[in-house]
């Protein structure tokens, strides 16, 4: 919870949606969570902190596929283009942003997300895996957790 700033709630309900999806809970659980809008927006490089990237999203920076998104816990398909709104451009955070501002503290852009820094644009380009995933935790401890609750 700790790692994507998300509620008890929504934890236990991306849990119960990875439990009914086929294949291991973990993996897909990890994969659901990495999918949200506000993680990749972070991923991408567009903020320094997930509460940044939340932020962003919340107060209508953040465009999917042209449209406005203003819910983190949005759940981004492979294929779909997330970019910053015209306007949002020119100001101070995305201009830092688009100079590899936050590069000293994010880790390297994952393979499944193709990212034009400059132009502040990220295409998810497939699912990830979790392997890929930075994760802070054990992830099967998690799924013990939840299973048994």
């Known amino acids: ?19 009914r999806t086929e294949g291991l809970t973990g993996e897909t659980l990890v994969e659901l969570l990495e999918m949200r809008l506000d993680a990749l927006v972070l991923s991408a490089g567009f903020a ?18 042209g449209q406005r998104v203003d819910r983190p816990s949005f759940r ?13 451009e020119r100001t101070e955070p ?5 100079a590899g501002g936050h590069a000293d503290v994010l880790p390297a ?17 497939r699912k990830p895996k979790r392997a890929e995933v930075p994760v802070t935790c ?12």
């Not at 790692?3 to 949606?17: C, H, N, S, V």
């Not at 995305?94 to 688009?98: C, G, S, T, W, Y």
């Not at 997300?113 to 502040?120: A, G, H, N, Q, R």
């Not at 054990?138 to 609750?149: K, N, P, S, T």
């Open 138 to 149: 054990d992830v099967q401890l998690v799924v013990e957790y939840y299973a048994a609750r």
């Open 94 to 98: 995305f201009q830092v942003a688009a």
């Open 48 to 65: 320094r902190t997930m509460a940044q990237a939340r932020q962003l999203v919340v107060h209508r920076h953040i465009l999917v596929d």
């Open 76 to 88: 981004v398909k492979p294929g779909q283009m997330i970019h910053v709104h015209e306007k949002s």
């Open 1 to 19: 919870r700790a790692q994507y700033g998300i509620r008890e709630a929504q934890l236990r309900k991306t849990f119960q949606e990875a439990k």
């Open 109 to 125: 852009v994952p393979e499944y997300l193709s990212v034009e820094l400059d132009k502040l644009h990220a295409t998810l380009v």
